[in-house]
């Protein structure tokens, strides 16, 4: 079974430019979350989706957004980029129902380097 | 919502030697505490969890202890090895019942041969 798959995983934008990170979960997976990593706040929770729905919502900025298409798959967009989103963001998915253990899976990650 | 405290943020030890790593978190409601691992450069993994209705789980080398008077809970690594260096985040659950997780702030453990 294929693993939670990111993309792009590097990328490079400026301050003001906007960017959309991509994460397609585990087959099966209907929960997708998003994290922050970033070296001194550690992983931080940005929102999680689930049935298209966004359930969860952590404490970031309105310029942070995401989706989740009907096939699972998830996008996150990123608007007006400042210096302060440079980090490494995470995509996570997650078991539902039975299939629920609690652990989250997560992708390689897409780093982010805003100039 | 819950809030997680992790210490210390870095550890170094000995081949051999024991690792502790301490966990406090706030929401009395919490009952699943998982542990992730993640090396250099790769994703975090899951390596133990513990759920509210026991207060010890032990996987070979790695054990977790929990004790819900105190909301706090431990990984104890024995017999370390130089594979177990990387940064460990302990975690739970961002609200009562929800799968998404708040995480410690890292701890980098170094073992030095």
């Known amino acids: 079974k294929a693993g939670v798959t990111q993309t792009p995983r590097y990328l490079i934008k400026t301050r003001g430019q906007q960017v959309t990170l991509s994460c397609s979960p585990i087959?099966?997976?209907?929960?997708v979350s998003w994290y922050q990593q970033t070296p001194g706040q550690g992983l931080q929770f940005l929102f999680e989706y689930f049935s298209e729905t966004q359930r969860n919502k952590g404490n970031f900025p309105g310029r942070f957004s995401g989706r989740q298409f009907s096939n699972s798959r998830s996008e996150m967009n990123v608007s007006t980029l400042e210096l302060g989103d440079s980090a490494l963001y995470l995509c996570a998915s997650s078991g539902t129902g039975l299939a629920n253990t609690g652990e989250l899976f997560f992708g390689e990650g897409s780093r982010l380097t805003v100039l | 919502g819950e809030n997680v405290e992790q210490h210390p943020s870095t550890l170094s030890v000995q081949e051999g030697d024991s690792a502790v790593i301490k966990c406090t978190y706030s929401d009395s409601a919490s009952n699943y505490f998982p542990w992730y691992k993640q090396e250099l450069g790769k994703r975090p993994q899951l390596i133990i969890d513990i759920r509210s209705n026991v207060g010890e789980k032990k996987d070979q080398r790695i054990a977790v202890t929990l004790n819900k008077t105190a909301k706090h809970f431990s990984l104890h690594i024995t017999e370390t090895q130089p594979e177990d260096s990387a940064v460990y985040f302990c975690?739970?659950?961002?609200?009562?019942?929800?799968?998404?997780?708040?995480f410690g702030q890292g701890t980098r453990l170094t073992i030095n041969p």
């Open positions: 087959s099966g997976h209907r929960s």
């Open positions: 975690a739970a659950p961002l609200i009562q019942g929800a799968q998404k997780l708040v």
